[in-house]
């Protein structure tokens, strides 16, 4: 069964950091890309870091400078490490897996396996 399990979430306060972990099996962490979204209550889901299987990344402007996407494949898991941490970075953070040959992966809709989501919450 394709299956992806979030963790790490938590409080923090602003300024702070966490990482996000999310475990898969082969299958799913050997897919052509993987990302990072989140959605806050009464927003869309919006994409927030991706990594394709060359290693390639990408991230959403808001957290450029502050959020880093990467894979180990040894662990099947997929890591988002997010530092510098704001009130605005609240949400639930979900982590997804995609086929094919895509660009711009930042899209939900581009994505064929989801998570359940792990909530991050970030106090002023």
């Known amino acids: 069964q394709v299956q992806l399990v979030e963790s790490g979430g938590g409080s923090v306060q602003a300024g702070g950091s966490l990482r996000l972990s999310c475990a898969g099996s082969?299958?799913?962490?050997?897919?052509?890309?993987m990302g990072w979204f989140r959605q806050a209550p009464g927003k869309e889901r919006e994409g927030v870091a991706a990594i394709d299987s060359d290693g390639s990344t990408s991230y959403a402007d808001s957290v450029k400078g502050r959020f880093s996407i990467s894979k180990d494949n040894a662990k099947n898991t997929l890591y988002l490490q997010m530092n510098s941490l704001k009130p605005e970075d609240t949400a639930m953070y979900y982590c997804?897996?995609?086929?094919?040959?895509?660009?711009?992966?930042?899209?939900?809709?581009?994505?064929?396996?989801w998570g359940q989501g792990t909530q991050v919450t970030v106090s002023s």
């Open positions: 997804a897996a995609g086929w094919g040959r895509e660009r711009n992966l930042l899209q939900p809709y581009k994505y064929n396996v």
């Open positions: 082969e299958y799913t962490i050997s897919t052509d890309y």
